[in-house]
């Protein structure tokens, strides 16, 4: 999987790129399960994560949002999540996209189910 970050309103540092690619990356054992076969010089899943200090307009305190997009195979996983230090942000965010997954691959074994059971009621 490859993990493109971006950081707005903050100072992009090595150890916020470690902290988010140990993060996310954690996320990609659920992404090969899927049994998707990867085309040939591309890449199976693409995630660009967003993380920024929004502005403090309007706001006590300083507030961090981080964003995911992850571009599968038929379907495009977004999740965000917002909270007062970055890390606990970065790692509610890996939370959502998680069970964004799990939904998407819940759903890909679904439509399978159903139409061998159409292909068995046929024959029947």
């Known amino acids: 999987m490859k993990i493109i970050i971006k950081t707005k309103n903050i100072e992009f540092t090595k150890a916020l790129q470690d902290f988010v690619e140990e993060k996310i990356g954690g996320l990609k054992k659920f992404i090969i399960t899927l049994k998707e076969e990867p085309i040939y010089g591309k890449t199976l899943a693409e995630a660009i994560i967003e993380v920024e200090k929004e502005t403090e307009h309007h706001k006590k305190g300083k507030i961090f ?37 799990k939904k998407y691959k819940l759903k890909k074994k679904d439509v399978r189910i159903r139409k061998q059971r159409k292909i068995k009621e046929e024959d029947a």
């Open 65 to 101: 949002k981080a964003m995911a997009k992850i571009s599968l195979k038929g379907r495009n996983l977004i999740a965000q999540a917002r909270s007062e230090d970055i890390k606990s942000a970065i790692v509610k965010l890996k939370d959502e996209l998680q069970q964004e997954i």
